[in-house]
C-alpha cells in the first residue's frame, strides 16, 4: 500500500496508524529527502519512505520485491492447503464396509482436540496415513504434526529425542535441547510402532499423557506441553501386557480411542481401486504415459494375499510402471518372483541347539520379507524386540 505524501509528510505520517488493512505493507513516498521522516515513518508501521525523485529506482525495486514475495506467499499457502488436503481423510482410498467404518470413526474422534487416539492394523495398512488425517481435520490442523517412531531410535537415544535433554545431561549435549513433545507443543505427537516402546521410558510417557508435562533429561523443571498423543502399532499390546512387555496402566490410557485398519487382504475390490489409483499417482509422477490395466495383472492383483499391505501393492505398481514398456503395465514386471515357489533359504542347522535352530529360522524369515523387520516379527508371531534379541544371538526368553 502506497500512501503519498503531497508535500504534507508530517501528516500523513500521522495517517499512517489508521489506514485500514494492517496486514498490508505500507510505503510512504514524499519530497523531502529527510531520514527523520523516513525514521517516523517507520516508528507508525511503515515499511519504508522514498523521497522523489531521488529514490525512483529504489522504490521500483522494492515494489517488485515485494510482488515476488506476495505471489511466494500464496504459492506457500496454497501448497500448505494441497498438503493438507494429501494428508486428510480423503487421502484414504478404499470404498469396503471395514475401512469406511474406521474413517467414519476418525472423523468423528479428530473434532475432539485432546483425545488420545490408538490406531492398530498390520504393517503397510497406512496408519501415518490415518493419523495425518485425524490431526488435519482437528482444531490442532495449523500446529505441528511431529512424528517418532519408536522401533528405529536405540534406547539410549529415544527419551532425549522424545523429552529432550539440558546442557551437559550426558557426554556430547553441548547445548540444552527441546524433545519432540515441546515442538509439538499445540499440536501433535505420532508416537509410531508404539508397542516397541522400552519398559524404562513407559512410566515417564505416562506421567506426560497424564499431567500435559515433560522433564528434560538432566533437567529438574517441568515443562508443560498442549499435546495431542496418537500412538499406532502393529503389536497386540493386551497380549503384550500379559507377556510383560507393555505397562498395562500405559496400555489404558492409551487405549481412550481405537481405531484399526483392516488389512488389504479384507478389502475385496479396494485392491483393484487402489491399483488404478497408483498406477495414476505414479505415472504422473514420473512423467509416463499412463497405461491402462490389463486383465492378467488385475488377476494376479485379486490373487495375491499382500501380506505387506498398501505398502506393498504400491511398491509392486511403481516397480511395474517403471520397468515395464512406455504405455504399459506388464504382468512380468509386477514382482520377480510372483507366481513362483519360493525361494530356498538353505537348510536349518539340525542337529543343533534351540538357540541356533531359532536364529536361522529368524534370519531366513527376515530374508524372505526383503529385511523388514517388523513384517518378519508379525510372520513369526513374535515382537519386534524378541526378534532382534533372537538375531543378535542373546536367546530367546519367553
Known amino acids: 500500500m502506497l500512501l503519498l505524501a503531497g508535500g504534507a509528510e508530517s501528516q500523513a505520517i500521522d495517517q499512517l496508524g489508521a489506514l485500514p488493512a494492517p496486514e498490508l505493507p505500507r510505503y510512504l513516498v514524499g519530497a523531502a529527502p529527510d531520514h527523520r521522516l523516513a525514521a517516523a515513518a517507520m516508528q507508525r508501521g511503515a515499511r519504508d519512505y522514498f523521497a522523489l525523485p531521488d529514490d525512483l529506482g529504489l522504490l521500483r525495486r522494492s515494489l517488485e520485491r515485494e510482488r515476488r514475495e506476495s505471489r511466494g506467499r500464496i504459492e506457500a499457502a496454497k501448497f500448505a492447503e494441497d498438503e493438507r488436503r494429501l494428508a486428510g481423510f480423503d487421502a484414504i482410498v478404499g470404498n469396503s464396509p471395514a475401512l469406511r467404518r474406521t474413517i467414519e470413526q476418525g472423523l468423528r474422534v479428530a473434532q475432539h482436540r485432546d483425545v488420545t487416539v490408538l490406531i492398530g492394523g498390520e504393517t503397510g495398512t497406512g496408519k501415518e496415513l490415518l493419523a495425518r488425517a485425524l490431526h488435519y481435520h482437528s482444531p490442532r490442523a495449523a ?44 499440536g501433535t505427537v505420532f508416537l509410531d510402532e508404539i508397542g516397541h516402546l522400552p519398559l524404562e521410558l513407559q512410566p515417564k510417557l505416562l506421567r506426560a499423557l497424564e499431567g500435559r508435562e515433560i522433564r528434560r533429561v538432566g533437567g529438574q523443571q517441568s515443562r508443560k506441553v498442549d499435546i495431542r498423543v496418537i500412538g499406532a502399532t502393529h503389536v497386540d499390546l493386551k497380549a503384550a501386557v500379559g507377556r510383560g512387555e507393555f505397562r498395562e496402566d500405559l496400555f489404558y490410557r492409551l487405549n481412550v480411542v481405537t481405531l484399526v485398519l483392516p488389512p488389504l487382504r479384507e478389502r475385496g475390490d479396494d485392491v483393484e481401486l487402489l491399483a488404478r489409483t497408483f498406477v495414476n499417482r505414479l ?15 488385475l488377476a494376479e492383483l485379486r490373487r495375491h494375499e499382500w501380506p505387506g499391505n498398501v505398502r506393498e501393492l504400491r511398491n509392486a505398481i511403481e516397480r511395474a510402471l517403471v520397468l515395464s514398456r512406455p504405455g504399459t503395465l506388464e504382468l512380468a514386471e509386477l514382482s520377480p518372483d510372483r507366481g513362483t515357489a519360493p525361494v530356498s533359504m538353505g537348510a536349518l542347522p539340525f542337529p543343533a541347539t534351540l538357540k541356533a535352530i531359532t536364529q536361522a529360522a529368524a534370519q531366513a524369515m527376515l530374508q524372505l520379507v526383503s529385511s523388514n523387520k517388523s513384517e518378519a516379527a508379525r510372520r513369526l508371531g513374535i515382537s519386534r524386540p524378541r526378534l532382534q534379541r533372537i538375531l543378535d544371538g542373546q536367546g530367546d526368553d519367553e
Do not use: W
Not at 146 to 163: G, T, Y
Not at 283 to 297: F, S
Open 283 to 297: 505415472a504422473r509422477q514420473y512423467g509416463l504415459e499412463v497405461p491402462e490395466i490389463p486383465e492378467d495383472v
Open 143 to 186: 500446529a505441528p504434526f511431529v512424528e517418532i517412531n519408536c522401533a528405529a531410535i536405540p534406547a539410549n537415544l529415544l527419551e532425549s529425542e522424545l523429552f529432550g535433554h539440558e546442557k551437559g545431561a550426558f557426554t556430547g549435549a553441548a547445548s540444552a535441547k527441546p524433545g519432540l513433545m515441546e515442538l509439538a507443543h499445540g
